[in-house]
């Protein structure tokens, strides 16, 4: 595991620079041309990295450092003009960067909303660093980041948590402000990162909110992203940790699939696309091309675990039988239908049983468990945007994970807006037959609000689903501890979200022990 880092004095104003004696000359940034920048030679009159700073995607020799330059982040074009920006980045073994390990210049673009994605190569596998940006003589806040052990090493340990859902209206991201003091290599952050919507300025139990408009356009989707990232709580997460993140469907418009085809819907998701890319700790090979982007891929932690980040939005075929909440039709078992799509199932199950990983993680969007969401009167009813509506697809996953091809199968799943536990089986309706593969839903950081009472599913979630072992309607993030012999998962979760300052607490931890597939409590 790589050595902790002081959590002290992790996010720095902005604009500070009392450090200025370590940063060498800082004075005012000028392209590689000699040309000035479009700072004009002058400090910004507002601090450029109101965003905050984060990393990403690590490998064992480099990581992802992102970073935006926005002084006015919450109006169109964020105050920064057209021309170019020469944006310096310093990785130090020290917070105060007097041990640079590597350095350099990035250019900061107006066609990317002054985004920069710098792939930090040349680092030590397994080692924690610090890390931070220059522009126009301004720091930025200072960031921890950790690369990935090398390739084959016996990892020891692995922490991870897994968050999702921070719909901005709805809550503080207490969550996010706790996630910055866990002790932790990574962060999977399974979709819903931004919520499209208008404001809901109706609804009584909403603490903040959106701006009046939809989120259709390239300039509106980064106005909600700015506003989403102007939290100081998420920036301390994304500055205490490297995430890995993908999106589900928020991200572009409710519940949308890869058949929507109309020109006025592929213009608003290249937007949506665009925008997550500029905003996203992700390398610049993943910006959208054409419209489409690609977002599965793999991470490697040695020998321990290699985690498969998938996208079941942009190829899955229509939701059958009507979309929603419903009996079912005929048509989720059809199968043509396809929630991964060919390709990128192929290159699943290529990964899954091509590695020597004592764990093999499946870090996706939706719900894989059957869930019978009826009420006791009620005939069994499904939700079409889940795996239940396409589960010919579902169960050749489950058949791969049952020939015993995969070691260890995890599947980590968000989007519910609950903490759930499962035992995966081939056939859930046969509670005889043994669990293949477990799976662990984490909550949302805010969506649905407090939860509780006022939002608890029925009852008759779990007497329907006798595998599903554990569900609880409250805010926060699953905390995994990963080790050669067993997985632990923390179901961490807040009272609150209407207001500031919630503590945070375990619910409830589930073990699960290698070689041996199913939950046992902790």
């Known amino acids: 595991m790589p050595p902790s880092l002081p959590r002290r004095s992790v996010i720095k104003g902005a604009g500070a620079l009392a450090l200025a004696s370590a940063l060498g000359p800082i004075g005012c940034a000028s392209a590689p041309d000699g040309r000035p ?7 910004f009159s507002d601090d450029p990295f109101g965003l905050g700073v984060a990393s990403g995607d690590p490998l064992p020799d480099r990581v992802v450092l992102w970073t935006r330059l926005v002084p006015r982040p919450l109006e169109e074009g964020g105050g920064m ?42 680092l030590s596998p397994a080692r924690g660093y610090f890390y931070r940006f220059i522009a126009a003589g301004v720091a930025s806040p200072t960031g921890r980041t950790r690369t990935a052990p090398a390739a084959g090493a016996d990892a020891g340990l692995l922490r991870l948590a897994s968050v999702g859902c921070q719909n901005y209206e709805a809550g503080y991201y207490t969550a996010y402000r706790h996630l910055a003091d866990e002790d932790l290599d990574l962060v999977i952050h399974t979709g819903d990162y931004i919520y499209e919507r208008a404001a809901r300025k109706a609804r009584g139990d909403l603490v903040r909110y959106h701006p009046a408009h939809e989120s259709r356009t390239l300039a509106q989707y980064r106005l909600r992203y700015a506003l989403y990232k102007s939290d100081a709580d998420l920036q301390a997460a994304h500055a205490a940790h490297p995430f890995a993140v993908i999106f589900d ?24 696309f665009r925008a997550w890319w500029e905003h996203m700790p992700v390398r610049a090979a993943l910006m959208p091309q054409g419209g489409a982007i690609r977002i599965y891929r793999t991470l490697d932690y040695g020998r321990l675990a290699r985690i498969n980040l998938c996208d079941t939005r942009q190829h899955r075929t229509r939701q059958p039988c009507g979309g929603g909440t419903v009996e079912r039709c005929g048509a989720e078992s059809d199968p043509r239908a396809q929630m991964l799509g060919a390709l990128q199932e192929a290159w699943l199950f290529g990964q899954l049983q091509g590695t020597p990983a004592r764990w093999n993680v499946v870090a996706q969007q939706v719900l894989m468990a059957e869930m019978n969401r009826a009420r006791p009167d009620q005939a069994p009813a499904f939700d079409m945007d889940k795996w239940d509506g396409y589960r010919a697809a579902r169960q050749r996953l489950l058949d791969l994970f049952a020939s015993g091809a995969v ?26 037959t043994g669990a293949v593969a477990v799976e662990l839903v984490n909550t949302s950081i805010s969506s649905r609000g407090d939860g509780g009472a006022k939002g608890a599913a029925p009852r008759s979630w779990q007497a329907n689903n006798p595998h599903v072992r554990y569900t609880r309607d409250r805010r926060g993030y699953i905390r995994h501890v990963i080790g050669r012999d067993g997985w632990q998962a923390d179901f961490r979760v807040l009272d609150y979200v209407s207001r500031p300052g919630a503590p945070i607490r375990t619910d409830r931890s589930f073990v699960v022990e290698a070689g041996r597939s199913g939950l046992l409590s902790a």
Not at 37 to 43: D, S, V
């Open 407 to 432: 070691a260890n199968p995890v599947v980590l799943t968000g989007d519910i807006h609950r903490h759930i536990a499962v035992d995966l089986r081939p056939d859930c309706a046969q509670t005889r």
């Open 249 to 272: 469907d928020h991200e572009v418009v409710n519940d949308w699939n890869g058949d929507m085809r109309s020109r006025e819907f592929l213009e608003r998701r290249a937007a949506g």
């Open 81 to 122: 003009g057209e021309a170019p920006v020469a944006v310096r980045w310093q990785i130090a073994h020290d917070e105060r960067f007097t041990r640079i390990v590597a350095q350099g210049e990035a250019q900061a673009l107006a066609e990317h909303a002054h985004s920069v994605h710098v792939d930090a190569a040349g």
């Open 37 to 43: 920048t479009p700072a004009g030679g002058r400090a």
